[in-house]
């Protein structure tokens, strides 16, 4: 069962556009909903991260929005930029039991900003 | 700035053989892991450590999978008698605590052949 769901899968946006790319959960005991950016051949690096105490968490151009009742999450990137240009996944994690935090990722986006 | 060493970046290993993934993590995080990420596909978690022992693991990581911290710095992943399948870029992260910030290494890309 995926616990994440995310798309789309692919995604093409014009210099100075935004982009939006949306995640949605299953599992109730997720508490913590990170966003990381992958650029080819490296490792994920976290973007953003939001815990569903707030609705919005917003650092420069990147914009997390949360829906706690449909058990949605979204990344915005406004005035997106050729060097944004990369895999994109969303996660989530709890600390339900022993888990430790475990991240379930997103099948990721990939993410074209054209000059 | 801190950061998630891990070694080699690229194995080739022939498949039965047994293979050893290092990763020397942040020095004061306690919390360690492994994901791994086929080509083109998502990052999967494998196991996650702490305090010295598997905290969790997936229906992934069977019995052919094993960590261990040896030493108080490294993490291994060893992979006992490697599959076909078991080609995929293999992540360690960690982190400080369990509701902070996972950091990921380069990666180490394990081809089987």
């Known amino acids: 069962q995926q616990q994440v769901k995310q798309s789309p899968q692919s995604l093409i946006v014009q210099k100075g556009g935004i982009s939006i790319i949306n995640c949605a959960y299953e599992n109730t005991a997720f508490d913590y909903f990170p966003w990381y950016q992958q650029f080819p051949g490296k490792g994920p690096a976290l973007l953003i991260a939001i815990r569903p105490d707030v609705s919005e968490k917003k650092e420069g151009r990147f914009t997390i929005s949360f829906n706690k009742s449909a058990k949605q999450f979204s990344l915005h990137i406004m005035d997106s930029q050729p060097g944004d240009s990369a895999t994109y996944f969303c996660a989530a994690s709890s600390q339900a039991g022993n888990s430790g935090y475990a991240l379930n990722f997103g099948k990721g986006t990939s993410l074209l900003v054209t000059p | ?113």
């Open chain 2, 1 to 113: 700035e801190p950061e998630v060493t891990q070694t080699p970046s690229h194995q080739v290993t022939q498949m039965g053989q047994e293979v050893i993934l290092r990763c020397v993590p942040i020095s004061n995080h306690l919390y360690f892991y492994w994901y791994r990420q086929i080509l083109g596909q998502k990052v999967e978690f494998l196991v996650s450590f702490y305090n010295n022992e598997i905290s969790e693991k997936s229906e992934i990581f069977d019995d052919q999978f094993s960590v261990e911290r040896p030493d108080g710095s490294n993490f291994t992943l060893k992979i006992r008698s490697t599959k076909l399948e078991d080609s995929a870029m293999y992540f360690c992260a960690s982190r400080w605590l369990e509701n902070t910030e996972a950091f990921f290494g380069q990666g180490t890309r394990l081809t089987v052949v």
